[in-house]
Each structure stands twice: as structure tokens, then as C-alpha cells.
């Protein structure tokens, strides 16, 4: 019964700012990777950027030096501070979690409903 919710899309101007966060809660033991992904009309869903309980993030060339993702192990959340957006950003965001629920449970992905970013022209 893990949830994940994300929150901080909105519509902004291309070359704008937007932070998104995403908060786990319900039955956790440990998180292994947090990260977010996103999805754009007619396309796979693609990583964006993950990153581990060390610190030690992954991002998407396509990206790299306009986003940082960073997390707070003790609070379960998980943030993406996304600058000089560009319309190719547009897409639906979801957070990604993959943990073990209970000390029984195996590691497994969960995934929040999504937040909506759109970059205009």
C-alpha cells in the first residue's frame, strides 16, 4: 500500500523554471531509487532522472546541466528542479520509486498518477 504523489507541474514560458516534488508514504522498509520519468503524446515513456539512497544521480543527455534531481532519504521525497525548459520538455512526469514495501516484500516499482508540464513557445 505504497502512494506516491507528485506535485509542481504547471505551464510556463520556455526558458521558465519549475520544481517538481514527489512524496512516498504508506508501507516503506527502504527505498533503493527514486527518480522521475516522463511521457510525451505518441512516445515511450523515457527516464529523466533517478537517483540513488547515496546521492549519486543519472540523467537524460537531453537534460543534463538544465536539471538537478535530489532526494531526503528521512522525509521519503524526491525533487527535480528543472531550469531553462524547452517545448521538446512538454510531457506527463511521474515519479518513480523502487523499494520494498515490508521486510518480506521483494523490490518493486511504484509509480505516482503523474503531473502535467507543459513549455510554451
Known amino acids: 500500500q505504497v502512494r506516491l504523489e507528485e506535485s509542481g507541474g504547471g505551464l510556463v514560458q520556455a526558458g521558465g523554471s519549475l520544481r517538481l516534488s514527489c512524496v512516498a508514504s504508506g508501507s516503506i522498509f527502504s527505498i533503493n531509487v527514486m527518480g522521475w520519468y516522463r511521457q510525451a503524446p505518441g512516445k515511450q515513456r523515457e527516464l529523466v532522472a533517478v537517483i540513488t539512497s547515496g546521492g549519486r544521480a543519472n540523467y537524460a543527455d537531453s537534460v543534463k546541466g538544465r536539471f538537478t534531481i535530489d532526494r531526503d532519504n528521512a522525509k521519503n521525497t524526491v525533487s527535480l528542479q528543472m531550469n531553462s525548459l524547452k517545448p521538446e520538455d512538454t510531457a506527463v512526469h511521474y515519479c518513480?520509486?523502487?523499494?520494498?514495501?515490508?521486510?518480506?516484500?521483494?523490490?518493486?516499482?511504484?509509480w505516482g498518477q503523474g503531473t502535467q508540464v507543459t513549455v510554451s513557445s
Open positions: 518513480n520509486a523502487n523499494l520494498r514495501a515490508t521486510v518480506i516484500s521483494a523490490l518493486y516499482d511504484y
